[in-house]
């Protein structure tokens, strides 16, 4: 089984930042694509960013240009550097991977247990 560890998230100052990190543990055999989503009070959870094995990366609109999503496949991490923080990014934020397990022929997904985010104004 593959477990995802989230860190880093908090209370901040609107122009402030933070850096969520995500960790897979457990018998982690391959990572493929990697992603951060997020969740808000009343509202669906939506896509913030994801990248690829060849770290391709992709980004939600609204964080282009203030948040940056990176990975480290040897240590099996990937982390999401927001810069510019405003209220609206107030959120649980979820990371997401595609890993094959020591005990397993395919990927599946995996989630981790979400991290709060709090900008105030």
């Known amino acids: 089984q593959v477990q995802l560890v989230e860190s880093g998230g908090g209370l901040v100052l609107a122009g402030g930042s933070l850096r969520l990190s995500c960790v897979a543990s457990?018998?982690?055999?391959?990572?493929?694509?990697m992603g951060w989503y997020r969740q808000a009070p009343g509202k669906q959870r939506e896509l913030v960013a994801t990248?690829?094995?060849?770290?391709?990366?992709n980004y939600a609109d609204s964080v282009k240009g203030r948040f940056t999503i990176s990975r480290d496949n040897a240590k099996n991490t990937m982390s999401l550097q927001m810069n510019s923080l405003k209220p609206e990014d107030t959120a649980v934020y979820y990371c997401?991977?595609?890993?094959?397990?020591?005990?397993?022929?395919?990927?599946?997904?995996?989630w981790g247990q979400g991290t709060q985010v709090t900008v105030s104004s």
């Open positions: 990248i690829t094995s060849g770290s391709a990366t």
């Open positions: 457990g018998s982690v055999f391959s990572i493929g694509a």
């Open positions: 997401y991977m595609e890993a094959r397990s020591r005990t397993t022929y395919f990927s599946h997904p995996y």
